[in-house]
């Protein structure tokens, strides 16, 4: 099942590739979406593709890069709408 969700991610998470990183996990499981960093030092992201693909990103994600240190990840579903391009960071 297809679907959509929005990511905020919370921690130590700017400064140390975690973009990069997450652009390089979701291109591998084949997820469409976008990053972007946060003026409130968060990450926010879009992201679009098969619910375990979601899902199994996320927990990659929970991990992160090394320097990483992610303290929280809020997630909110949203409706599948096939228009996200590429995953890819936004700045």
Not at 34 to 54: C, L, Q, S, Y
Request: charged fraction near 35%; aromatic fraction near 10%; avoid cysteine.
């Amino acid at each position: 099942m297809k679907e959509m969700r929005v990511l905020r991610i919370h921690g130590k998470v700017q400064g140390v590739g975690y973009r990069f990183f997450a652009t390089r996990v979701a291109r591998r499981i084949g997820l469409k979406g976008w990053i972007v960093n946060m003026r409130d030092g968060t990450v926010e992201a879009a992201v679009e593709g098969e619910k375990a693909g979601i899902d199994e990103w996320i927990e990659e994600l929970k991990e992160g890069p090394r320097y990483a240190e992610v303290t929280k990840i809020d997630q909110e579903t949203k409706d599948f709408t096939g228009r996200l391009p590429d995953f890819d960071v936004k700045f």
